[in-house]
Structure formats: C-alpha cells, structure tokens
C-alpha cells in the first residue's frame, strides 16, 4: 500500500474547505465538529483557539463559517499535526489558509509548563473544544491512535476548562462539545471561569435521550444558565438529517440563536 | 370577609383529587407540582417525602398516581401544613387520606436537630421536592408568604439536596422540579449523592428555552447522567397544552419512560 492511499481528503461545509485524515485510523472528524465549529457566532472577530483540534475539522470550520476569525489549531499527536499543516496546505483551502495556525502542544500542560509550550495566558478571544470523550471504562479500542483521541480520564474536562479559562481574554466566548452525560462535569468546571452558559442538547431522534451537548459559555460572566430547545438530528423516522441539522452542519446556520 | 372565603378549592387529575389553597395569598400550587409528581413511576412502593410540600400538591397527586405509595408531606409554614391537614379531611380525598400525613419541620434543619424534627436518616424510599425558587437578585414579593415560598438563598439547593440524600434509603428515588438555571447547581447538590440522574427539560414553547427542569436520581446510584427529550406545554402557536403535557399534568402519563 503507498503512503498516499493512507488518507482521504473529505469535504466539509458543501465543498467550502477540504480535510485531509488517516483513513484507517485516528480518531476521523465529522459530525461533532460541524456542530461545534456552529456554536461560534458567523459574525465572531478575533483569535480562536481549537483545543485537540486533531485533523484541524472544527477550527477550520470557523474558519469557513467566520471571515474575521483567526485560528490556531492546538494538538498534541504529531501525527495529527502534519494532517492539520496539509489540510492547510491543499489548494481548495487556499482562501483560508491565511488564517489558520497549528501549535503543537498538550491542552493539559499548565503554569510555565503551558506558557512555554506556546498557550500564554489571555490571549484568545475564544475557545472550542471536542475533548476525547470515552471514559475509562468503556473499553479501549484496540487502535492506540484511537485511543489517544477517545478514552477519556478523570479530571479531563476539568483540567481542559482549566487550559481554556486561563487562555481566555476577559468575556472571550468557550464552547465545548461533548457526550450528553458529561453536562454535570462540563457545568463544575465551568463554575467560577465561564458563565451565563447556554446549552444545546443534540437529540438523534425526538423521542430519544440526547447523546451530545453543545455548551457555549463566556469567560466571567454572570448570566444565568439557559438550556435551549434541542436539536434533532433526524426525524422520528428514516436516515436523512432534519432541515435544521443540515443547515447547521453545512455552516449555514449557528447552533445558537445569534447564529 | 368571612374566613370561609379566603380559601379556594381546587380539582387536579380530572377531579380524582382536591386542594384547599389560600385564595390570595402564599405560592399557589398546579403546574410544577403536578409535573415534579409525574417523575414517580406509577408503580412505586413505599414511603415517600415531599420536601416543603405546601398545601401538599405534589404529596396529594402521587398518592393520586401511585396507589400503593404513603406520602409524608413536610412543612415548614403552619398555614400551609394546616391547608394540608384540611385538604387531606376532604370528604372528596376520602380515597387518599388514609396514606398521607402531615409534618411540620424545617427542610434546612441539620443533624440532631432533624431527626428531633421527625425526619429519621434512611427512612424514605423516595423523596420529591419543589423548592422555593426565586433567587435574591429578583425582586422580592410584598407579600410575606409568598416570599417565604419564593426566595432562593444561596445555598438552598444543597442544603435541600442534603437533607434528601440523608432521609433516603439506599436506592431510593429523588425527584426535584427547578428553573432551568438552576441545573448546574441540582447537578452540583446531587454529586456523591444521587447518581444515574435523568433530566427533562421544560420547555413553553418548541423554539423556546427551557423555563423548568425535573431532575431525577437514585441514592448511590453510579449509572450515567442521560439528557431525555423535553416536555413542550404548549405548541408553536396557541394557548392549550400539548397532549403529552395534558396527560403528565392530570396524573395519566409519568415523565419518564417508566410511566
């Protein structure tokens, strides 16, 4: 097999940005990031840091979705951070490649540790996170690159939180997507950094429980909490996406109501 | 005017049960109470707590849902405990009356002081509760009942939340009715508490957030948080309840799967 049949170039946003992505291994990003890139505002104007960006998907998404946004791609496998640089690299990402960086670095370094590693302190006008989300006791997959992006081990979303909060400009938008039964987790590490926190649960079907959450919160603010209406993935019957999701996956439509 | 008329008599579950209400004063009960009530599953067994019960709303409509449940309403305010106390003597309760009583006993009350109340450690097999709930940045009410009824100290939720976990028995269910802001803090209060929690989300309106949550958990339970589909009292445009709404609310249908 040659080096070149080990990835695929995907298109996301209706062709608007390309990825390029281990085939066979790797955690492959899809869906949790189209929805994650569209809790950022289309009208956001700053410098956003994707936290364990992998493959570059959601921060390239806001990218597509945000002409004034700045992006810096933070990931520790190196492996992950050569696909980012290609992604970049590809011609059909030409007319975003100016705006996008990659760093490589580990989101849970902290202290001088993580200003060394190249995340100073309140400078990011906001932060997305997908953080790896299965916990240890799910069983581990047999693929350690897989592994590295999936198992997910306690104090994580604290110690991520933590990063995000620190790297946070005062008022700076955070949003995180993770698995539904995270919500307590996400909301404790959230008290006392990120406030007035709006979450969008994500349904796959009206009449099942959600297995995502989408939280979008601001670094110290004192709103009150909001849950919103959540989004169904699909209709109560058949496999396409509902007219929502698919907009909100193309980019067309945020996930909260500023869009 | 009479004392006869400073009291309402009010019909719940399509006339199966009835409440005697302070007409113009104090927090009146129906909507919350009969959703918070609704989180019991009609089969249940047991002895069961409602936590600052009122006039007794949620205490009298699971005795209305659950036949084979004895419910001990607690009350702090003596006017409410002795509206319970009369509504439990309505000859239209006849059917109840013999499974419900009445105590009168501060839900913040700690240790000693809590038992000395009446509220013995391991004792319930479920415990319910809708807790004042207007915290001290709004407004407060001139009138002193209603007041007491919806001023939310710092702290409330957890000292409530403590005093459940701590009457409970091993497994038992908890069930609390909140604004929709206060979900982190629920979550927070139940940690190390209640486990397996189910939440679902009360929304007016499809488009609309959430304005209540009903949360429910088990005493030392381990088993994952799930987010359920909300609850939508009305549809998009009109002022009638939706018919799950309708049949939740008259006591035909529980809020979760298990009826």
Redesign the interface.
Known sequence: MSEAERFTIDAFHRGRFHLLQPADKGHRAGLDAMLLAAAVPGTFSGLLADLGSGAGAAGLAVASRCPASQILLVERSAEMVDCALQSIALTQNANLAGRISVLQADVEATGRARVAAGLDDNRFNFVIMNPPFNGPRDRPSPDSLRRDAHVMTDGLLEAWIRTAAAIATANAGFAIIAR?????DI??A??GRFGA?E?R?I?PR?????IR?VVRARKGARG???????LMLHAEEGRGFTDEANAVINGERGLFADR
């Open positions: 539904a039964e995270s919500l307590g909301l404790a959230c008290s926190a979450i649960p349904h009206p009449n099942a429980a959600a959450v009150m909490l909001k849950l919103m209406p959540p």
